[in-house]
C-alpha cells in the first residue's frame, strides 16, 4: 500500500483564521513532505522532515508551521494567511531520503484565503 | 545542486497517437530519475522511475530510459488514450543527498477521442 491521506481536501479561511491541514502515511517511511503548488506550476518544497525533527525550512513564512508528532502524522498550521498563499498543499513521504528518495503524494488540500 | 528541464506544452494529441515529453536534467553523480502524472483536481502520482544508466522504468504503457549519454530521461508512450490527459512531471532529486525533489515545469497533454 502506497497511500499517502490528507485532510481536509478542501479549505476555505479569512485572514484571521488558524487551522491546520493534516497529512498521515502508514507504510513506515520516516521522511515527510509538504510541498506547495500554485495552478499550472509544479510543486515547490516547504518542509521536510527526517525521523520527525525539521531538516529542512525552504525560507517560508512563519505564518506556516509545521509539526510532526509522530512518524506517521505530519501537520501544517496555519495562521494569519495572505489570500497569495491559496494553492493546492500536498504531502509527500519517502522511506528516507538519500539512497530512496521515491516519494508518494497525497492527494492534496486545495486552501484558498479570503 | 541538480536541474530538470521538461518540454512545455501543451501537446494535444489524437487517440491511439504515439507520444513523447523531453526531459534533460543536470547532476552530480547519478541520480535516480522520476516521472509523476497529476490528473485534474488530484495529487501527484508516481508514474515511473530508474535508478541507473540504462534503467528502463515502465508502468500503464508508459516508458523512460535512464539514458546517462544524452543525461536525458524522455517519457513515451505508444498509443495514448483520452483517460492519459494530465500533467506530466519529470523530476530528479535536488542533490546528492536526496533531500527533495525538484521538478520540471510540467507539460500538459490533452488526448481527443
Known amino acids: 500500500d502506497t497511500e499517502v491521506t490528507q485532510t481536509p481536501k478542501h479549505l476555505v479561511m479569512g485572514m484571521t483564521n488558524k487551522k491546520s491541514l493534516k497529512c498521515e502515511q502508514h507504510?513506515?517511511?520516516?521522511?515527510m513532505y509538504w510541498y506547495k503548488q500554485k495552478a499550472k506550476k509544479p510543486p515547490e518544497l516547504m518542509f521536510v522532515?527526517?525521523?520527525?525533527?525539521?531538516?529542512i525550512n525552504e525560507s517560508v513564512p512563519s505564518r506556516f508551521s509545521p509539526e510532526c508528532p509522530n512518524s506517521s502524522l505530519l501537520n501544517l498550521h496555519l495562521h494569519a494567511l495572505q489570500p497569495e498563499d491559496s494553492a493546492l498543499y500536498l504531502c509527500?513521504?519517502?522511506?528516507?531520503?538519500?539512497?530512496?528518495?521515491?516519494?508518494?503524494f497525497g492527494p492534496g488540500t486545495r486552501l484558498t484565503v479570503l | 545542486g541538480n536541474s530538470v528541464t521538461q518540454m512545455e506544452g501543451p501537446v494535444t494529441l489524437s487517440e491511439e497517437a504515439f507520444l513523447t515529453i523531453n526531459c534533460t536534467y543536470t547532476?552530480?553523480?547519478?541520480?535516480?530519475l522520476f516521472w509523476y502524472v497529476q490528473y485534474p483536481g488530484e495529487g501527484l502520482q508516481l508514474l515511473l522511475k530508474?535508478?541507473?544508466?540504462?534503467d528502463k522504468g515502465s508502468n500503464k504503457g508508459f516508458e523512460a530510459t535512464y539514458r546517462k549519454e544524452t543525461t536525458s530521461f524522455h517519457l513515451e508512450k505508444g498509443s495514448v488514450q483520452v483517460s492519459d490527459s494530465a500533467v506530466y512531471f519529470c523530476a530528479i532529486p535536488a542533490n546528492q543527498a536526496g533531500t527533495a525533489l525538484i521538478f520540471g515545469k510540467g507539460t500538459t497533454l490533452s488526448v481527443s477521442s
Open positions: 507504510m513506515g517511511h520516516r521522511a
Open positions: 547532476a552530480t553523480g547519478y541520480p535516480s
Open positions: 509527500a513521504s519517502s522511506q528516507d531520503h538519500g539512497v530512496l528518495p521515491t516519494q508518494y
Open positions: 530508474a535508478t541507473k544508466a540504462d
Open positions: 522532515y527526517s525521523y520527525e525533527k525539521l531538516s
